[in-house]
């Protein structure tokens, strides 16, 4: 699916990272990370294995705490916030774990109620049914309701994952490696949801990946994180538009014969 263009405001940052440090002891993971995220924007995040990809983004959802710098999300400084403001910034910060995270004993349309049950406390049944009705479709699975997740294939499983992921209608989506572990054309229609949920959510999202062909088809912008800071930033063509050895080989492990 070719991306629509024209659907990001640049006046409208929803994540800004400044100075961003973290350590786990003597090991200095992030060293001064910027980041800004804009709206409507989907941003790829590459990176090696170890450098910190992950830690980012729980920081940015305040499941870990930063040591310095300012971290903006949607307006509250995360590394100076109160944990009800948390709790409700949160709910506008959809996570797709790398291992969609559903509950087995519970069948597809529990886990798509379970979050917003939880969260919206009082909503009719009428408005449940519907609530869940609407992700299922927009992800193309409405078939599976009452199926349990071990009747679903890996790339099932990650699109209902993403599915409990929207039905809360985030303004942020963190993709932890969406295509990890699928095959080729299961990639390709992750990658297409991913775009599909940008333009119908109207979302921003960082997308986690070591997948080039995920990184092309979905990433307004890419980014890489080289010794805990982001050194090269811009399109697909811009960031492997260069022979620094710590760079050239994600593009050509993946693209070259
Ligand atoms: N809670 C923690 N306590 C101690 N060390 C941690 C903690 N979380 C992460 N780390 C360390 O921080 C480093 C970065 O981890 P992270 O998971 O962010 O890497 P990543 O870039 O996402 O890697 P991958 O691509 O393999 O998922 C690793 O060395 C990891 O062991």
Known sequence: MQKPKGHINYDDTVISIRGLRKSFGDLHILKGVDLDLFQGENLVVLGRSGMGKSVLIKIIS??????????????????????????????????????SALYDSMTVRKNLEFPLVRNHKGLRRAEIDNAVETVLDAVGLSQ???????????????????ARTLILQPKIMLYDEPTAGLDPITCIEINDLINEVQQRYKTSSIIITHDMTCAKQTGDRMAILLDGQFQRQGSFDEVFATDDDRVRPFYDYNFIQ
Do not use: C, Y
């Open 62 to 99: 305040g499941l870990l705490n930063a040591d310095s710098g300012s971290v903006n999300v949607l307006g509250e400084e995360v590394t100076n916030i109160a944990e009800k403001t948390l709790q409700q910034l949160r709910l506008n910060i959809g996570f797709s774990f790398q291992n």
């Open 144 to 162: 599976t309701i009452n199926q349990m997740p071990s009747e679903l294939s890996g790339g099932q499983r990650k699109r209902i994952g993403i």
